[in-house]
Each structure stands twice: as structure tokens, then as C-alpha cells.
């Protein structure tokens, strides 16, 4: 963005300080504040009054706005990634393929799901949505692990 000088006189941004002496501010560049530049160039385009119009999101055409991202994701069905016991890994492998492909994933929950697998045959990995679901599964299987996904009845 390129820096753009406002100059705006006292008497338009401070009312009650001594507008008579004919002080000057000029804005130049970046504020901390975003506030500050946007009050400015209320000012200085003539609106005064101090009440700034509502930013309109402007969304490039083919991206979708955040809540757009959201919304969808909350439509999307959830799924479950399953890990299926083998008797090739090695425990502490699993644990580690678990926290490198699952984002967030803990020692204690990895151990836990590992344990759960191991015993039971099969135990829920996560839940998300179709497309997360099936990367995590493809890349439980890249290294080494038996895995699928299925729908997830009764939601998250």
C-alpha cells in the first residue's frame, strides 16, 4: 500500500484546542492504530461528524470470505479416522506417526489411541471433516499404518 499524505487542520480533528493558532497535523504512512487513518480520511473527504461508514469485505472473486470457510465446514457431515491394529509397527512408532500427521496431537492422546488399537483392534483417531479426514488417512498410511475413515454419526 502506498503512503498517502492527509493534511487536516486543528479545527477539523480537535474542536476545543486552540484552532485560532492555525495548527497543522500531517499524516503520513502507517499507524499502530487503524483507527486513526480511517477517523483522517473520514475527515478529510468531508464527512465529518466523527461516525465512520462500516468497512465493506471485499472478497477477490474464486476465494471465499472467512465466515464462508467456516460456515461450509460446519455444513460438511464429520468423519472419523480409524486406526487398525497390525502387528508390523512398533508402539513407540505409531505414537510418533500419530503426532506428526495429526496436528495438535499429544504424547498422551497418541499413547492412548495407540493403546486403544492395540487392544480393541481399532480405535478413532480424529474427527473432521471428509477432505482433512481422508489426507490423514493417506498419510497414516504413507507411513506405514493401516487406517480408513467413515462417516461420523451424531456429529462431532
Known sequence: MEASRI?????SLFPSHNAAAGHRFVYKGRCQNIAVPMALAAVASGKGGG??????EKVTPGRQSEFDVKKKRKMTPPYRVMLHNDNYNRREYVVQVLMKVIPGMTVDNAVNIMQEAHVNGLSVVIICSQSEAEEH?????GNGLRSSIEPASGGC
Do not use: F, G, Y
Not at 7 to 11: E, K, N, P
Open 7 to 11: 493534511t487536516l487542520s486543528a479545527a
Open 51 to 56: 461516525v465512520l461508514d462500516r468497512p465493506v
Open 137 to 141: 488417512c493417506t498419510s497414516l498410511r
